[in-house]
């Protein structure tokens, strides 16, 4: 079932037809200087030959052609296409359609390098395959996940949502491809590891996954924010721009060119914004090359340090994209000193290390290492064929309209069999006061109280029976007034989170070292429900909350969670509940609203 993947940049226009299954390329189309009298294609493996300078002209007539090139049997069955920046509006892959280029246009000031050539060659490609699916595929949406903390920026509340400026994030296909890769290449569930990936190609990108999830990243509202690139500053202190607008008068137009396409490598080198040639002169003695390579890695240091800090800890790290996956010296460097981190490069490892679309993994760390490094080959185009197939074959059933019922659920907590005891007494057993909607769980007569650093809550539920592991999930609003920071987790996931102390009968207290999370909004389905739905256990999807439908509030990155003992139900906590208006009690443990939820996308690519 081949894909036909388009990536339209501002010069150049990238186009493949892609085997979902394998990644493989059934045919090629590179064309370059688009804008220019010299733009060429060039398809396959063939030399360039002149082309019109226009995108749409040039696909119009490279399009066909390129169909040619395919063996006799391949047909296209949908097309995906690289869009750069969706906004907040566009989380997920998303089916195109006349409204959705017009939703888009409306971005485009987000993106200005890059989103008019996206919808161009959306126009163009529509128009030339009227028959099949086109699916967007964003740059931004892996990044949907981000939490609040970490996407906002210190400015006025105001004039920041005005202008709807906040960290998007981009590279997303590449950062969660190369994720998945790492969970395979390591035999582990992507969603118990913690993983840094390092992008670094013409543009540069970190991003911190944690879980399977996107939970920070290096750019932020545009492009251009974090990581020195090819000709992009990256981070830059906003006074320097503003000394620069005082005392030279630049406007914003030579301030856009001076950050984007006059800094980074190139700006540093004064050679160029080719990692190659900089490396070469480097080891020539050219001091601007060698300055450039120890600004471009420190910076890529300091991030990964920043990220594993932020997830409490790192499983993976792991080199991508053009420099990433080529760049021996680079990834020494950048490695240099994460020892104290558990990260032990091994240097022939890295100096050997080589990959491609047969080994795309290659490790580079010493057998001991704790945190393991990785060389993994990206590949953009792959998984946007592989998201555009998957939204494709789904096309048919993009909303369910099956009716979910909506529950809120209050601050509770689980508990082992040995901290009942130390709580309760030796040999207590919980009591159950009555049971809950979930079949075998129940809300127990027992209540404890959390004492926090900041302050105390009494009076706090445990529900039964007895777990493996102790959890106590807070809102976060509980958590400002604990005065804890709790990750959002799935149930069961307590790892690196942080400890409290409980108080049970008679003073007896025990102190957790780890356990308070806050619950990730979730729903419970058996397997039949997931059947219908058409989603698996660890999907994450939208649902779409209305109070008897007079107000409905779109739920985004609700996660899945299929077993046969479970009932069809959404559970919000109490902070989403008042967020949404929704009815509930002050003494609920899990308390039914008169909401209900339809089920309407999935995003199935982890
Ligand atoms: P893009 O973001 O344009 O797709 P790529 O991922 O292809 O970028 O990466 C381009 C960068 O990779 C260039 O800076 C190039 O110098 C660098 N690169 C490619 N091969 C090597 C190599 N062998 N050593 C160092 N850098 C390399």
Same mark, same amino acid.
């Given at each position: ?399 369910? #309209?099956?009716?979910?019922? /909506?529950?809120?659920?209050? =601050? %509770? $907590? @689980?508990? +082992?069999? &040995? ?91 025990? #102190?957790?070292?780890?356990? /308070?999370?806050?619950?990730? =909004? %979730? $729903? @419970?389905? +058996?397997? &039949? ?78």
């Amino acid at each position: 079932m081949p894909v036909l993947v388009i990536n339209c940049g501002s010069t150049s226009i990238k186009a493949a037809v892609v085997d979902p299954e394998t990644g493989r390329r059934l045919a090629e189309l590179k064309v370059e200087r688009i804008g220019s009298p010299e733009a060429t294609a060039a398809f396959n493996d063939k030399a360039p030959t002149p082309c019109s300078s226009s995108c749409e002209e040039a696909l119009s007539a490279c399009l066909p052609e390129l169909l040619r090139e395919l063996p006799d049997d391949a047909r296209i069955t949908s097309v995906g296409h690289r869009v750069v920046h969706g906004g907040s509006h566009f989380r997920s892959p998303t089916l195109v359609d006349d409204k959705f280029v017009a939703v888009l246009e409306e971005k485009t000031d987000l993106a200005p390098l890059h989103n008019p050539a996206n919808v161009s060659g959306i126009r163009a490609t529509t128009e030339l395959l009227q028959d099949v699916p086109h699916v967007a595929v964003f740059d931004t949406a892996f990044h949907a996940t981000i939490p609040r903390r970490a996407r906002t920026y210190s400015l006025p509340q105001e004039i920041a949502n005005r202008h709807a400026i906040r960290r998007y994030g981009f590279h997303g296909t590449s950062h969660q491809f190369v994720a998945k890769r790492v969970a395979e290449f390591l035999q582990q569930d992507l969603r118990t590891l913690r993983v840094i990936t390092c992008h670094l190609g013409g543009g540069c990108s970190v991003c911190a996954v944690e879980y399977g999830r996107s939970v920070e990243t290096s750019m932020g509202m545009t492009p251009l924010e974090g990581l020195v690139m090819g000709t992009r500053s990256g981070d830059i202190d906003p006074g320097a721009l503003l000394h620069l607008m005082r005392a030279e008068g630049m406007d914003v137009n030579e301030l856009d060119i001076l950050l984007n396409r006059k800094s980074g490598l190139a700006g540093l080198s004064r050679l160029g914004n080719d990692m190659r040639d900089i490396e070469k002169q480097a080891e020539e003695g050219n001091e601007d090359c060698q300055l450039a390579i120890q600004v471009f890695c420190h910076r890529v240091r300091k991030y990964i340090g920043a990220y594993a800090a932020v997830m409490g800890g790192v499983d993976a790290i792991v080199f991508t994209a053009g420099i990433g996956q080529n760049s021996a010296v680079v990834r020494h460097r950048v490695a240099q000193r994460l020892e104290f981190l558990g990260a032990r490069l091994d240097e022939d490892r890295n100096r050997a290390a080589s990959v491609n679309r047969d080994n795309p993994v290659a490790e580079i760390s010493m057998p001991h290492s704790r945190v393991r490094l990785l060389v993994v080959r990206t590949d953009e185009s792959w998984s946007i064929a592989l998201q555009a197939n998957d939204l494709s074959q789904r096309s048919g059933a993009e909303a369910t #309209t099956r009716i979910i019922p /909506v529950a809120i659920s209050a =601050r %509770h $907590i @689980h508990l +082992t069999q &040995d901290t009942v005891e130390a709580l309760f007494g030796e040999g207590h057993e919980l009591t159950p006061l009555k049971p809950l909607s979930q079949p075998g769980q129940f809300a127990a007569t027992e209540l404890v109280t959390l004492v926090g650093p900041k302050r105390r809550i009494e009076r706090v539920r445990v529900l039964g029976p007895v777990r493996a592991k102790n959890q106590v999930e807070i809102s976060r609003t509980d958590e400002f007034y604990l005065g804890v920071d709790a990750p959002i987790r799935a149930s069961g996931d307590v790892a690196n989170s942080p400890g409290i102390t409980l108080i049970g009968t008679e003073s007896r207290q025990v #102190t957790l070292e780890q356990g /308070v999370i806050c619950a990730w =909004r %979730h $729903i @419970h389905m +058996t397997p &039949d429900d997931a059947a219908q739905f058409d989603v698996e256990d660890g999907d994450v999807v939208d649902i779409e909350v209305g109070t008897n439908r007079v107000r409905s509030l779109s739920f985004g990155d609700v996660l899945v969670r299929v077993k046969a003992s479970y009932k069809l139900e959404m559970h919000i906590d109490t902070d989403e509940g008042n967020a949404a208006e929704l009815n509930m009690s002050d003494v609920g443990e899990l308390e039914r609203t008169d909401a209900e939820g339809t089920l309407r996308k999935a995003n199935r690519f982890r």
